[in-house]
């Protein structure tokens, strides 16, 4: 049956104008957030496997009960807490500790110490009899000689310390008479080179080269040294060591500088033949007639008046070389400075050295001290800036007592030069006789009276092959550190990541996905309210409708009207 078309046209515009149905807000009350969260925590206390919370949760129990396990679980919490931030403070604070290398160091594989050797006598009689009693130079000289000087006598300017110690000093040819390395005979002057310490002039072998020993910015003087044909200057440090090379063989072919050890013993050690030339003494820095020997690394400024040997005349002395050598993981760079107690190669440059080193950090700092109340430095120590100038006659008595009574300088200065991470030192113990008579091959016609007061004749060498050495390493890492708290908190609250798991799940994911389900039931019944009711299930049976929802995935919440 056709409809007519007035009537249509009523129908449509009828339909048009019903109001619709407006969508409701289905915001979530506080009050249903408390419930969501009031059953997600007891079924938390009720499956968790963190001991105590499900007695303290469980209703059943009495008050009495529930409170003993309450405060048994603080307890326990609070000595977990405790023993956790002992270990966190053993982390943070101490983090490395110092144990024996299992691996061998070979001597091969490392320099031969350098040998800084001076002469006690400051000067040769001959080159300063003509001084006057008045000039700068006589008082320069008592100076080297640790005797008083009336300044107000002195009549004129000091002349260059430098030079003027060079000019009087023994020079090393005529010091160091006879050199022989690692079973090969040498050219004394050349294997020696003339450097100026707080024992005057003394003479070095085997010291890194000036031009990687100084920084650029160090007058030419200092840098420029010759070495004997043949050899080549290698950029050595504790750090990196030696590069590798093809073969030994090609190292003998082109000895580097400085020259590796050549083996155990005397043989393949370094002998000296030393001539004191007791005759041209004219004063001793101490109270005795010889000689003072330093070993120490080659990259590092001698301390020859704090830490020298003395050698004797007329004796042999037998000097074994004990080496000791610190190594550091490369991974202990992330820790603090303070914490480490060291500093690696690059974490701190020097002003005057190249190459960092305990030594050398403290004699810029001592240094600085003498120019910040001085105004001026020792003729001995580094210049940090361009326009530094040496001490004069009159400022000795503020040197002496910045250098020698001043323990807050030193304590300062250590305190900001931290021992090097990797590093290289040589102590050496001595055994002497006396000298009965000179070999023949030496080439020297010394009579035996001579030998007696000028000559001495020194034996360098290593007893062992192969030493330990020391390395640092992580006392506890972040892994260690962790394996100690998840034990603590495992032991004392059966606590583990997947405890973290239940707590983010019940926490969060369960109650979002509960307001989630809830909010699509409000929207169901907005749009068919006749046949969507929900239903309501009491808190003791919401968790089995829960259970059963996920089981039946088809299930529904309602009963249809």
């Known amino acids: 049956m056709r409809v007519p078309r007035k009537r249509r046209h009523a129908l449509f515009w009828s339909q048009q104008n019903r109001p619709k149905p407006q969508p409701t807000n289905h915001c979530i009350s506080l009050a249903t957030w408390r419930r969501i969260l009031s059953r997600n925590t007891d079924e938390f206390c009720r499956s968790t496997t963190i001991h105590g919370l499900k007695y303290i949760n469980n209703s059943k129990l009495r008050n009495i009960d529930r409170l003993f396990f309450g405060i048994a679980l603080l307890a326990v919490l609070s000595f977990a807490i405790y023993l956790i931030q002992d270990a966190f403070d053993k982390w943070n604070t101490t983090p490395v500790i110092v144990g024996i290398d299992p691996e061998l160091t070979s001597i091969t594989n490392e320099p031969f110490p350098a040998v800084t050797i001076c002469n006690l006598n400051q000067a040769l009689a001959k080159r300063v009899q003509l001084l006057a009693n008045d000039s700068a130079e006589l008082a320069m000289l ?78 030419y003087s200092h840098r420029n040294i010759s070495l004997p044909a043949g050899f080549q200057s290698v950029n050595w440090h504790a750090e990196s060591g030696y590069r590798k090379r093809g073969s030994q063989q090609q190292d003998a072919d082109s000895p580097l500088h400085p020259r590796r050890a050549q083996g155990t013993g005397e043989s393949l050690g370094l002998s000296l033949t030393l001539d004191v030339q007791a005759d041209a003494y004219y004063c001793s820095s101490s109270s005795s007639v010889g000689f003072k020997v330093a070993l120490h690394s080659p990259n590092e400024s001698p301390n020859v008046r704090e830490t020298g040997v003395l050698l004797a005349p007329g004796m042999e002395t037998k000097l074994r070389i004990d080496p ?20 690696f190669r690059n974490e701190l440059k020097l002003r005057w050295f190249a190459h960092y080193t ?27 800036n361009r326009n530094d100038t040496v001490c004069s006659l009159r400022q000795r008595d503020c040197v002496e007592l910045i250098r020698f009574r001043t323990i807050v300088a030193m304590e ?25 008579r000179m070999p023949l091959h030496f080439g020297w016609n010394f009579t035996d009276s001579y030998v007696e007061r000028s000559v001495a004749v020194v034996n360098m060498y290593f007893m062992d092959p192969t030493f330990r050495a020391h390395k640092q390493t992580e006392f506890i890492g972040f892994s260690d550190f962790l394996s100690c708290v998840g034990g603590l908190m495992g032991l004392f609250l059966g606590f583990s990541f997947l ?40 808190p003791a049976n919401w968790f089995q409708a829960e259970l059963a929802h996920h089981q039946q995935p088809h299930r529904q919440h309602f009963n249809p009207a």
């Open 499 to 538: 405890s973290i798991a239940e707590c983010v799940y019940f926490a969060l994911i369960r109650p979002c996905r509960t307001c989630s389900e809830m909010r699509q039931l409000g929207q169901q019944q907005d749009v068919n309210p006749k046949k969507v009711q929900i239903r309501y299930i009491s």
């Open 142 to 219: 008592q100076l080297l000689c640790r005797r008083k000087v009336d300044v107000e006598m002195v009549n004129g300017n000091a002349c260059n310390w430098e030079e003027f110690i060079i000019n009087i000093s023994q020079p090393c040819k005529s010091m160091v008479i006879n050199c022989r390395f690692g079973a090969d005979d040498y050219e004394c002057g050349r294997l020696f080179h003339p450097i100026v310490t707080d024992e005057g002039l003394c003479c070095v072998f085997n010291m890194l080269h000036p031009r990687f020993m100084y920084r650029k910015s160090v007058p």
């Open 358 to 384: 305990q030594r050398n950090c403290v004699a810029e700092c001592l240094s600085g001290w003498l120019i910040r109340h001085c105004g001026c430095v020792a003729f001995y120590m580094p210049r940090l």
């Open 412 to 436: 300062s200065c250590l305190e900001e030069c931290l021992p090097s991470c990797f590093d290289l030192t040589f102590s050496g113990i001595a055994y002497s006789t006396r000298i009965s």
């Open 324 to 343: 000791a050598k610190i190594l550091t993981e490369k991974h202990l760079r992330h820790v603090q400075r303070q914490s480490r107690r060291c500093l």
